[in-house]
């Protein structure tokens, strides 16, 4: 990225390197601006099609313009322009709302000034344009209490869902992350948060995990190679099923899930391939979608991104880290071990983000 386009980005956060005034370089701090990015266009948007006029209609719709901008700071180009459109779209619903303009009008002007003739009729355009009506963006957002989906929580919020947070007491060793689960989604003013009582521990026949029975957790564990010991049978699954059914519950068809794929444990169920596939599952098992009233969303929006990505973008936002717990095998106080598989990966996130931990660990 150019040195002079991340410091107009970033702000107080450019911290100027040893390139050259002209000279384009890329790291990690390019994801972070790519995402200040995205939301600023999606906020010109918004704020424009408030004063809405003929005469700069073109120039809302610029959006070609803008992909190439963007793909030049390194975000992915199918993604991107998937993105493009759900803004596209949702340009289209704010219209629709403060002017109340047809559905076909607002094709036409898809059709005429931008070629976006196929976004309109896809499932996700009728999602988007089926909320005008209850007016109201909603999502359902897992929250276990840790860092990764006290994060996930705050981008679903910054996206303008109204967040309905669900968190789940399986029969783990422990209740400190469901404390932090409850002052984090009442920090974050989530419309409802709900604890599903479920049993998969080794009392309830299920067990066979660090996790929810009998078992040591791993410590220090470097060199660990294969699933965990920490894995818990299917508990994604499990979990965003129920979220899926809450969700087709309230209206909702967003689903926000805080599982990562770069700096993570090896589960299976955290990876994209998982994901995608639980999406095409609940478009065909729910009433709502065969119906043609919307198609589910499952966000995993930490998927691709590291731990220090991770940590970078909450404090943007404004997570207050020191009110997530991630610990495997904490104390009987809620200090952190500092050394189970999940301590380890915080502890490097924070470092690489040159930031320091605020919990309390263990001495």
């Known amino acids: 990225m150019h040195p002079a386009a991340r410091c107009k980005l970033a702000g107080n956060f450019y911290l100027p390197g040893a390139a050259r005034c002209d000279e384009i370089v890329e790291d990690a701090v390019d994801h972070i601006l790519v995402e200040y990015a995205r939301v600023a266009i999606a906020l010109q948007v918004e704020l424009e099609a408030l004063e809405f006029y003929a005469e700069f209609a073109c120039d809302v719709f610029d959006f070609n313009h803008a992909e190439v901008g963007l793909a030049r700071l390194g975000a992915n180009g199918g993604k991107l322009r998937r993105d493009v459109g759900d803004y596209v779209i949702s340009f289209g619903v704010r219209v629709l709302e403060c002017f109340n ?3 076909v009008l607002v094709s036409v002007i898809f059709e005429v000034l931008l070629g976006y003739t196929d976004c309109i009729e896809t499932p996700r355009a009728v999602g988007l344009f089926n909320m005008t009506e209850s ?15 006290a994060t996930t929580l705050a981008m679903a919020a ?7 947070a669900i968190s789940f007491d399986y029969g783990q060793r422990h209740r400190f992350e469901l404390d932090s689960a409850a ?3 009442s920090t974050a003013g989530v419309k409802s948060h709900r604890i599903i009582c479920l049993d998969l521990s080794a009392s309830g026949g299920f067990g066979t995990s660090a996790l929810t029975d009998e078992i040591d957790v791993p410590k220090d564990a470097a060199d660990a190679t294969g699933i965990p010991i920490t894995y818990v049978p299917a508990r994604n699954t499990i979990f965003l099923s129920i979220a899926l059914g809450y969700a087709e519950v309230i209206g909702a068809f967003d689903i926000f899930i805080g599982v990562n794929a770069i700096d993570y444990s090896g589960y299976p169920d955290c990876r994209p391939e998982f994901i995608e596939s639980f999406e095409a599952t609940a478009n065909l098992a729910t009433a709502a979608s065969i119906e043609g009233k919307g198609r589910f969303k499952i966000h995993a929006p930490l998927i691709e991104m590291t731990k220090s990505q991770i940590i970078q973008t909450g404090l943007i936002l404004g997570v207050d880290y020191s009110l997530t717990h991630s610990c495997y095998d904490p104390d009987s106080a809620g200090g952190a071990c500092g050394r189970c598989d999940s301590c ?15 919990i309390r660990y263990q001495s």
């Open 158 to 164: 910054d996206q303008g869902f109204i967040c309905h």
């Open 101 to 103: 303009v047809s559905h």
């Open 135 to 149: 007016k109201e963006k909603l999502a359902v957002v897992l929250l276990s209490g840790g860092l990764d989906s």
């Open 344 to 358: 380890r990966l915080r502890l490097a996130g924070f470092a690489d983000a040159g930031r320091a931990d605020p």
């Open 183 to 185: 002052v984090v989604a």
